[in-house]
């Protein structure tokens, strides 16, 4: 009896030598030391789940011409981009490529006077990184540093491909050295909802941009709620940026619900908006060489770990806007629509998505998604004439573009206007105040500007500069 | 199995073991304590040296801290969290940061010899020879003399407070 309590004392003895082992290893070894730096600019933002720069490349529109003077125009080009994109690798799968300028007339005449079938991108890319998303095994024409907004295909010559920036005016041929039928494949692959189409100088004297005639569209009203909204989407985009940093950086909580994230005295900031928009800044740039593919897809990384983008309000995500600047440290600034039945959507802010990269680094990001309500078909009905909706509101766009208030003479406003358009076409507009998306013509300027007028009234909606 | 006699070979291990890890750990604390009066001590001289009066003790402990969630409130009095007082600067005074909760994690801060080290080298000479050390202190401190923003809540982070005859100074404590 005696001797069996003796043993049940030993294993208690046992078991708490055995915690206070564990308790002293603990406190010998903790790693109490760690101070709290960055985790590297980024912190885990970066996410595998992101989608890829290569899938985000679309074609806003497709231009057919028949040679014998009639363009066709279709909204629907994402058939036309992927025999575009085959034919371009084809091309850049030869041993030999040569670029060349070429006057806005020599361009027109390809276009025009031999069936030729063209893509648009709706804003200008730089075209080596278009060409390193579509090939990035070739190396031809990686030292073309030239913006295009547009690449076409003619049959003037079938050993080329053509391409146009509208924004500065520069048109381009790339001659390679054997010819491909790519103006046949590209037209097989035009689908028919399209609409005649003449240049802004056709229809009202001057302007580049294609204009369609007699569009049909069945878009209308739909409700819509902000994506992001939900404190939990917040937070983990606040672990995302900040990683190891995130228990230790300053939350502030203002009196509307608004939420900063403040790292150190403002070197990198994340603003949680109350109606759902998120924000990032740093004032800290890489130092990296510069490359688009590799920045857009960091961009997009970036922007995958900071809220996510793999839900459904942020499928069919599309490159919309590009912009560059610096020299000594090179910055790209992505711009990324999200789509709903087949058409960009654009708010106040502008598309859902803006990232801006320096140096290789995320720098700044801001989302306002929006989560699209049921969506009850319109009936099929005549869109407003483009070239109508540029000539009555030129007084408009021309006033946002120059910054003035006063009413400019008409004719120096109309000819300012129609020249300033990029790209006109189709999208929803998501209207703050009554939380619909309408159906809208977007216009795009030269600078980057985008104007939305109601897609059948032609009336002004708003403007993103 | 003489299970008896592995159980008092196991006891005698893990009793060597303990005895063993317990004399490191308590040295670690002699040699760190040390350190720290070593460190107390090579302030008050450098002090002295610069002309600065010290007139009370320097606090020997620098635990890690916490960043602490408060809420913006008006006529809410001094506040303190876990010993150390909670100070709201750059608001009218009516106004204190209550805390909510403590942050998810802790990390080291500097001693209070650091801190004054750091004061002592955002000071001109000028005002180091007449100035006078009354007091210093761990709190929690929201800064909002920066932020012009309306607040309802912020992030009080760990800070030292040093009192002088030439007003209170803040250094935040954690190391970065």
């Given amino acids: 009896m005696r001797s069996a309590l003796i043993e049940k004392i030993k294993v208690v003895i046992i078991v708490v030598l055995f915690i206070t082992t564990i308790l002293l290893l603990y406190l010998l070894w903790s790693p109490g030391g760690r101070g709290i730096g960055f985790s590297g600019f980024g912190g885990r933002s970066a996410s595998s789940d992101a989608p890829t720069g290569a899938g985000l490349l679309r074609a806003e529109y497709a231009l057919r011409s028949s040679g014998s003077g009639s363009t066709e125009l279709s909204y629907d080009a994402d058939g036309v981009f992927a025999a575009a994109k085959e034919e371009l690798a084809g091309f850049l799968a030869q041993s030999y490529a040569e670029s060349s300028v070429i006057s806005e007339q020599q361009y027109e005449l390809a276009m025009r006077d031999w069936p030729s079938v063209s893509v648009g991108f709706g804003c200008g890319l730089p075209l080596n990184g278009v060409l390193s998303l579509i090939a990035p095994e070739s190396q031809l024409l990686r030292t073309a540093d030239v913006i295009v907004d547009s690449i076409a295909f003619s049959d003037a010559a079938p050993d080329s491909v053509f391409a146009r920036d509208s924004g500065s005016g520069s048109h381009y041929r790339f001659i390679f050295g054997e010819p491909r039928e790519s103006v046949d494949k590209l037209s097989s692959a035009f689908g028919d909802n399209s609409y005649p189409a003449y240049t802004a100088r056709d229809l009202l004297g001057v302007g580049s941009v294609f204009l369609p005639l007699g569009s049909f569209s069945e878009l209308s009203d739909m409700p819509f709620g902000a994506a992001d909204g939900s404190k939990e989407v917040g937070t983990d985009a606040a672990r995302a940026v900040f990683g190891d940093t995130f228990s230790f950086v300053r939350r502030i909580t203002d009196s509307f619900g608004n939420v900063t994230y403040m790292y150190g005295y403002g070197e990198k900031n994340l603003y949680l908006y109350a109606e759902g928009a998120i924000e990032y800044r740093t004032t800290v740039s890489g130092t990296e060489a510069s490359d688009f593919a590799r920045d857009l897809d960091a961009a997009l990384s970036f922007a995958a770990g900071c809220g996510g983008l793999r839900g459904d309000e942020w499928k069919a995500l599309r490159l919309c806007g590009y912009s560059e600047s610096g020299i000594r440290v090179h910055t790209r600034n992505f711009s990324f629509a999200q789509s709903v039945l087949g058409v960009p959507v654009y708010g106040q802010s502008g598309p859902a998505l803006t990232v801006t990269v320096s140096g290789g680094a995320v720098t700044g990001l801001r989302r306002e998604g929006i989560d699209p309500g049921t969506y009850t078909p319109g009936e099929n009905r005549a869109a407003a004439s483009p070239a109508n909706v540029i000539a009555n509101n030129s007084n408009h766009i021309y006033n946002i573009l120059k910054g003035s208030v006063l009413a400019p003479a008409s004719d120096e406003a109309f000819d300012f206007a129609a020249k300033a358009v990029r790209s006109l076409a189709p999208g929803y507009y998501a209207d703050p105040s009554r939380k619909l998306l309408v159906p809208a013509w977007v216009l795009k300027a030269s600078g980057g500007e985008m104007f939305y007028f109601d897609l059948y009234e032609g009336t002004p909606l708003g403007y993103t500069r | ?176």
């Fill in chain 2, 1 to 176: 199995m003489d299970y008896s006699k592995a159980k008092n070979i196991i006891i005698a291990l893990l009793l060597v073991a303990n005895l063993a890890l317990g004399s490191v750990y308590m040295n670690r604390l002699s040699a760190e304590r040390e350190a720290r009066e070593a460190a107390a001590a090579s302030t008050r001289l450098y002090l002295q040296e610069l002309g600065v009066e010290l007139s009370a003790p320097i606090p020997a402990d620098e635990p890690p801290m916490p960043v602490l969630y408060v809420s913006i409130e008006k006529d809410a009095g001094p506040q303190s969290f876990d010993g150390c007082d909670v100070v709201l600067s750059g608001m009218d005074e009516a106004y204190s940061a209550v805390p909510q909760r403590k942050g998810p994690g802790k990390a080291p801060i500097i001693g209070a010899g650091r801190a004054l080290q750091r004061l002592m080298s955002w000071l001109e000479p000028e005002v180091l020879k007449s100035l006078e050390v009354t007091g210093i202190d761990r709190i929690f401190w929201v800064d909002r003399r920066e932020i012009s923003a309306e607040a309802a809540e912020d992030t009080a982070v760990p800070a030292w407070r040093v009192q002088t005859n030439r007003g209170v100074f803040y250094i935040e404590a954690y190391e970065n």
